[in-house]
C-alpha cells in the first residue's frame, strides 16, 4: 500500500536547488567519458553475474531510475505532470517503489534458470547490451539500454522479448499510481486507476503460482485493460499453467492484437512443438535467429526437429556442436537426452544423464527429479531404474 504525502515537507529552498540541477537526461548529454566496446562487454558480464547469483540489490543499483522517469514523464507530453514527477519527494517515492530487478531474477527458477550475455550492440546511436535468459518456462531474451551518465554506464530501459515491450511501459502502472496519489484524485488514465486492487491482487496470485484465482482477477478488469499488451502477456503466463486450449486461444488472441510484435516467435516457437508443427517450429526459430542478431542457443530446437522428422545424423550433429562449444552449458545435454528418449534410445539416454551429471552441475538428486517429472514413461522404464539402482547403491556405499 503506497502511503500520502505531500509536498509541504519539502522546503522552497530545496525546491529551487532542484530546479537548477540537470536532469538525468542533461547529465548524459554532459558526460565526456567514451567507452570501449570491451568496457561494455565487461558490464554485460557483470550484470549477467549479478542476476545468476540474484544479487536484486546491486543490480537495481545499475539501473538509473531518475532517466527512466523521465522518459515515462516526456511520453505523457503534459506540463502539469512533468513539474510533480520533478520533485525530490515524489523522485524519492518513485525509486522506493520501483523494483527493476523483480522483474528480472523472478523468471529464474532457483538451482536452474540461467543468464547469459550475448553481445553488445548499438541501435540507432544508443549502446545496447542483449542477453539470453533460460528458465523451466523456457526461452527469453532481455536487451538492455545502457547510457553513459555522470561518466558511468547506466542502464536506463530493457525491453523484454516475451512481453513485447519496455521495462518503462510495464512500470506505468506504478508511476501511474503515484501520480494519482500525489494529486488525489485521478490524474491520468482512471479506468486503469480504479483497477489498481485487483491488478495488485492478480500479481500477488501470480507470485503464489495460484493461476486460477489470477484469472478470475484478470478477467475482472476490464476489456480494455485486458487487451493491452501488458496485461496479455500476464494472460498467456497464466494461461500456460492452466490448460493447452485455453493457451493456445490466448496465444492466437495476442497474434491478433499485435501483429508486428517480436515477442511472436517465441510464443510461436512453444506453440508450434506443442502442435508438433516441425516446418513452423523451423520457420519461427529462423525469424527469432534474424531478430536477435543471431544465437547459437537456437540450433538445440533445431537440432529437435532435424532429429525426430527428417535428418537424425544432422540433428545429433547440431545439437553435439552446441554441447561442444558450451561444455557446462545442461541445455545442449537436456536436449540431446530428449531426443534419444523419443526417438526409444534408452541406452543413449543413459549416456547422456551421466554427461549431464559428469559436465555440469546438476547433481544426481536433481537429474532423478527432473526425469521422473518430466519424462514419466521413462522413468519408469528398466535403463533408468538400473541407472537409478547404481547410483543409490554406490551412494550408500
Not at 519539502?10 to 536547488?17: A, D, K, P
Not at 500476464?234 to 495476442?254: F, R, V
Not at 545424423?313 to 537436456?334: A, M
Request: proline share 3%.
Amino acid at each position: 500500500m503506497i502511503k500520502n504525502f505531500t509536498l509541504l515537507s519539502c522546503c522552497v529552498g530545496i525546491l529551487f536547488l532542484l530546479g537548477c540541477a540537470p536532469s538525468e537526461m542533461e547529465k548524459e548529454k554532459q558526460s565526456t567519458r567514451q567507452f570501449s566496446v570491451q568496457e561494455y562487454e565487461a558490464f554485460g558480464k557483470r550484470i549477467a553475474e549479478k542476476v545468476n547469483k540474484r544479487h536484486s540489490d546491486t543490480l537495481n543499483q545499475l539501473f538509473d531510475l531518475e532517466y527512466m522517469l523521465e522518459k515515462m514523464t516526456n511520453q505523457l507530453q503534459k506540463n502539469q505532470y512533468q513539474k510533480i514527477t520533478q520533485e525530490i519527494i515524489f523522485k524519492e517515492n518513485f525509486k522506493k517503489k520501483v523494483n527493476p530487478s523483480s522483474f528480472i531474477i523472478k523468471e529464474l527458477r532457483k538451482g536452474y534458470g540461467r543468464y547469459q550475455f550475448l553481445r553488445f550492440h548499438p541501435r540507432q546511436g544508443v549502446p545496447h547490451l542483449l542477453f539470453r535468459m533460460t528458465s523451466e518456462e523456457g526461452i527469453n531474451y532481455h536487451d538492455y539500454e545502457v547510457r553513459i551518465i555522470d561518466n558511468e554506464l547506466r542502464l536506463t530501459d530493457l525491453f523484454v522479448f516475451l512481453s513485447g515491450e519496455y521495462l518503462s511501459e510495464t512500470l506505468k502502472g506504478t508511476f501511474i499510481n503515484l501520480l494519482s496519489q500525489q494529486k488525489q484524485q485521478k490524474i491520468i488514465e482512471p479506468e486503469l486507476d480504479e483497477q489498481l486492487g485487483n491488478i495488485q491482487k492478480l500479481k500477488q496470485a501470480i507470485d503464489r503460482h495460484d493461476y486460477e484465482e489470477a484469472l478470475q482477477f484478470y478477467n475482472s478488469l476490464s476489456i480494455k485493460t485486458q487487451k493491452s499488451k501488458t496485461f496479455m502477456s500476464y494472460k498467456l503466463l497464466i494461461t500456460s499453467n492452466i490448460s493447452y486450449e485455453m493457451h493456445q486461444k490466448a496465444i492466437a488472441e495476442y497474434e491478433k492484437l499485435f501483429p508486428d510484435d517480436p515477442s511472436h516467435y517465441l510464443m510461436d516457437i512453444e506453440k508450434y512443438l506443442l502442435q508438433g508443427d516441425a516446418k513452423n517450429i523451423l520457420w519461427s526459430v529462423d525469424k527469432l535467429d534474424r531478430t536477435i542478431g543471431g544465437d547459437e542457443y537456437l540450433n538445440l530446437y533445431r537440432g529437435l526437429v532435424y532429429s525426430i522428422t527428417e535428418d537424425k545424423e544432422k540433428g545429433l550433429t547440431l545439437v553435439n556442436n552446441y554441447i561442444r562449444n558450451n561444455v557446462k552449458d545442461p541445455d545442449g545435454y537436456w536436449m540431446r537426452f530428449q531426443i534419444h528418449v523419443l526417438l526409444d534410445e534408452p541406452e543413449d539416454a543413459v549416456k547422456t544423464i551421466n554427461d549431464i551429471n559428469r559436465y555440469t552441475l546438476h547433481s544426481r538428486m536433481f537429474i532423478t527429479e527432473k526425469i521422473e517429472k518430466n519424462f514419466p514413461d521413462f522413468a519408469e522404464s528398466s535403463h533408468f531404474m538400473n541407472w537409478k539402482e547404481d547410483w543409490i547403491k554406490r551412494h550408500n556405499e
